[in-house]
């Protein structure tokens, strides 16, 4: 296994061949199945955003407020584009435009080749979901941001129009050619899970504890689904992950511990399940009649019949969070820790291949792990003061934490970590 460590604000340090196959968009395609058809760096910020890889060239969006292009030939920066604001949204490409939205709440169209504003389009505004004593934390009467909703919504490209969520509690559908809004339907809380599109259908989840389906033409809302509540400590509640599509069933995760499939027509249940407690956070991924998810706390890893939801295997990792999304290529499933590791696990043994773990893992790492591996939370968050938690999810970030979703592009892996780097691994 090589390792190339791509640089987001100097030269790269390796030269590749031309790619010919690419991954444009988050999950790889507008069903978010999460499958790709493949067989000395400064540290000035955090990668949560995934890469899209295209025609050469990986687009990836950064904490630093920049949104970069990144020749995979030449190990050359292309262009960088000065954002203003951090962004962890997922870039998508399409027809040589790069779409993008950020913490300020603009939604902006880039030239792909130049990296030359085409327009953008203003939203009524960012922000993250917040609620009262949130996960526990004091003091309890007051209104605090939850620092676990992490990622922005990446948008999807469909028939002229790009569409995405808002913190503002809107979906958004823009013209492509103009940013002109087309339409926007408004739901009861911040929006950061990422539209799927299906058969003229768009596939979203919002923080008001529902799941819409909405006609991507119109958005007129054809049915919606009710996941669960938390009233208390704001924990249980809230769909972050972001759906996918296969054989007329959409999959979800929910921050309600459940991994759902709907039917896509009518938004029925067909099965849950539950994951007492741990949230799910990563984007299923869906092949061959089988569904593959990991979940928070438990940083359990499932495969699972994708009908009857039936586990077919499972693996712990340690109860290391994975909000990071698998990607499938060939017979390994690649999926990022919030330990700084990316996990190969062989689909055919259904045991772990290889790891990668990031410099700051190994340098971090110890000291915020107890003897049995699991994570050290009380050298990192103290007590149970709103601040600590804020400071706590700082700490267990530098250990280059994973939140980005890998992607697989010709044999090569592409995955962003909090230690500001974006790996290559061969």
């Not at 208390?232 to 309600?256: H, K, M, P």
């Not at 109860?319 to 590791?341: D, E």
């Not at 530098?398 to 290559?424: E, I, R």
Request: net charge neutral; with cysteine; aromatic share 12%.
């Amino acid at each position: 296994m090589k390792i190339v460590r791509l640089s987001l604000f100097g030269a790269l340090l390796f030269c590749q061949p031309t790619f010919a196959q690419d991954s444009p968009m988050f999950r790889g395609n507008l069903a978010h199945t999460g499958v790709y058809n493949a067989p000395g760096i400064p540290k000035f910020s955090r990668i949560i955003s995934s890469p899209a890889v295209t025609n050469g060239t990986a687009y990836i969006a950064s904490t630093d407020g920049n949104l970069y292009a990144v020749d995979l030939d030449s190990g050359a920066q292309k262009w960088k584009l000065a954002l203003g604001v951090r962004a962890t949204a997922s870039p998508a490409v399409d027809k040589g435009v790069v779409y993008l939205g950020t913490y300020s709440g603009r939604f902006y169209a880039v030239d792909a080749a130049s990296g030359k504003l085409k327009w953008k389009f203003q939203t009524e505004g960012e922000r993250r979901f917040a609620g009262k004593h949130l996960n526990g934390s004091e003091p309890a009467g007051e209104t605090m941001p939850d620092p676990f909703d992490c990622y922005l919504s990446s948008p999807a490209v469909w028939n002229g129009a790009v569409y995405f969520g808002s913190g503002d509690g809107n979906v958004y559908a823009l013209d492509t050619a103009t940013g002109t809004l087309k339409w926007k339907f408004h739901t009861g809380d911040v929006v950061h899970a990422s539209p799927a599109i299906s058969d003229g259908t768009l596939f979203i989840g919002s923080w008001d504890s529902y799941f819409y389906a909405l006609d991507a033409a119109t958005g007129k809302e054809k049915w919606r689904f009710k996941t669960g509540e938390d009233h208390e400590i704001a924990n249980q509640v809230g769909i972050q992950s972001s759906a996918a599509v296969a054989d007329s069933t959409v999959y979800l995760g929910c921050r309600d511990s459940n991994l759902y499939a709907l039917d896509t027509a009518t938004g029925q249940k067909k099965w849950s399940f539950n994951n007492k407690g741990s949230w799910v956070i990563t984007s299923p991924a869906v092949r061959d009649g089988k569904i593959y998810f990991a979940t928070s706390d438990s940083a359990m890893l499932y495969a699972m019949d994708a009908k009857s939801g039936t586990p077919i295997f499972s693996l712990n990792y340690n109860h290391w969070p994975m909000f990071s999304s698998p990607a499938i290529a060939g017979n390994l499933l690649y999926i990022g820790s919030n330990q700084g590791r990316l996990l190969a696990i062989d689909l055919s043994s259904q045991k772990l291949a290889w790891t990668f773990e990031t410099d700051a893992s190994r340098q971090n790492g110890p000291a915020l792990t107890m003897p049995d591996g699991s994570p050290n939370y009380r050298v990192a968050f103290g007590d149970n003061f709103y601040d600590s938690m804020i400071t706590g999810v700082s700490k267990m970030m530098s250990v280059g934490a994973m939140l980005s979703s890998p992607v697989v592009v010709n044999d090569v892996v592409y995955v962003g970590s909090t230690d500001g780097l974006l790996y290559a691994l061969i």
